[in-house]
């Protein structure tokens, strides 16, 4: 007989994909103020895209190199948001490949994630590829997603949270 906790449904974890944009900032802070609302916790994820420099070895190099550095800076400058708003340092991740499917992967290899939460762009063109994908059903994610407008302020989130 397997043997339930009761309480996991409880734990909630929000994944939140970073950036560096101003709109990855109205996600985060979005998932910091539900997870410390909730008693959850907070996963960052930062997916490093292939350049496209892979005849040029010398500068695709580099390129990862300061890709890898950028990444980090994000990660800690998201990471210390995190932690001024709920308190808890958050899980981070650095991922390279295509990003929905990175996504997915990680979703799939941490079961304590329960919900994604994403920043919709607010140019008129629309919300941004990855939104897009997941919103049209392209991209395989088996978790709820939380698709937050990229304009709101900080009090507007703060009054949603």
Do not use: Y
């Not at 997915?104 to 919300?127: C, F, M, R």
């Amino acid at each position: 007989m397997r043997v339930m906790d009761i309480n996991q449904h409880l734990q909630r974890k929000f994944l939140v994909v970073v950036d560096g944009t101003p709109e990855a900032h109205a996600a985060l802070r979005f998932a910091a103020r539900r997870a410390h609302g909730t008693g959850g916790s907070v996963a960052l994820l930062l997916v490093i895209e292939a350049a496209g420099f892979e005849h040029w070895l010398g500068v695709e190099s580099l390129m990862k190199e300061e890709a890898q550095d950028e990444a980090e800076r994000i990660l800690t400058e998201c990471s210390g948001l995190v932690e001024l708003l709920g308190g808890q340092k958050p899980v981070t991740h650095v991922r390279h490949g295509h990003i929905s499917e990175e996504i997915a992967k990680l979703i799939e290899q941490d079961p304590s994630i329960s919900t994604l939460v994403l920043a919709a762009g607010s140019d008129p063109a629309g919300p941004g590829p990855l939104v897009s994908s997941i919103g049209s059903g392209r991209a395989a994610i088996r978790i709820p997603v939380t698709i937050v407008p990229g304009h709101l302020t900080d009090d507007e989130i703060d009054a949603l949270t």
